[in-house]
């Protein structure tokens, strides 16, 4: 199957700084990405929907100017946590959509990383 | 979207036949059931995906009723490392949203 990557595994970072994610898909184009978020125990959360060369579309309640994502080419897209404060904390994880003409869509996710804000 | 119902847990003895249960009563005619999995602190793993026939794959096997109102996953021979979360999802446009899943627990 398809292989997505994402670097690094996991961060710590100081309250108020910022940390970029990447997100790669290793063996094919991905024309959508998708960031996660997830919580102890919890289930996954949809942040956003990124589009190579377009802006990300974000769920509700996500704020963007936050959590911001780049997808500038067909394999890579970044998410950065600006300002990161303790409860940013979590498993981030991304997928990426592999899309054939005629056929549903499959999505591929990545090992996740694991952010902690001290 | 259309939303789903799935057991909290589920215990499985290592050799037997896994079958987790889903319903998706509000399913529209052109939304696909998928299967994901997820291993404590992974990524989720993409299983098999369905709209109305009765898929199989080296993973499993998914069930569809006729009115696909609901599905059933089958593993077909567990094993202790097939414990996972297991998210039964309905996918809504290009989005994937996760529910609570059901956490199976192969025991040998």
């Known amino acids: 199957g398809a292989v997505v990557s994402q670097h690094p595994s996991w961060v710590i970072c100081k309250s108020g700084t910022s940390v970029k994610i990447e997100c790669r898909s290793l063996?094919?184009?991905?024309?959508?990405m998708f960031w996660y978020r997830q919580f102890p125990k919890q289930s996954l959360m949809l942040m956003a929907t990124?589009?190579?060369?377009?802006?990300?579309?974000?769920e509700q309640g996500v704020e963007k100017d936050k959590f911001l994502i780049n997808h500038a080419s067909l394999t890579l897209s970044t998410l950065t946590v600006t300002s990161a404060h303790p409860e940013d904390s979590s498993f981030y994880i991304c997928?990426?959509?592999?899309?054939?003409?005629?056929?549903?869509?499959?999505?591929?996710f990545g090992p996740g990383t694991r952010l902690t804000v001290t | 979207d259309a939303k789903t119902t799935q057991p909290t847990s589920m215990d499985c003895a290592e050799g037997r036949a896994a079958n987790l249960p889903c319903n998706h009563s509000t399913i529209s005619g052109n939304e696909y059931v998928y299967w994901y999995r997820q291993i404590h602190s992974q990524g989720p793993q993409y299983i098999i995906h369905?709209?109305?026939n009765n898929e199989t794959n080296e993973m499993a096997s998914l069930i569809i009723t006729e009115d696909r109102k609901s599905s059933t996953l089958i593993l077909p021979h567990a094993t202790l490392r097939d414990t996972a979360v297991y998210y039964c999802?309905?996918?809504?446009?290009?989005?994937?949203?996760f529910g609570a899943g059901t956490i199976l627990r192969v025991k040998s």
């Open positions: 369905g709209l109305k």
């Open positions: 999802i309905v996918k809504y446009g290009n989005k994937l949203v």
């Open positions: 990124s589009n190579e060369g377009s802006k990300a579309t974000y």
């Open positions: 997928s990426a959509e592999e899309g054939q003409f005629f056929r549903s869509y499959e999505q591929y």
């Open positions: 063996d094919f184009q991905a024309t959508t």
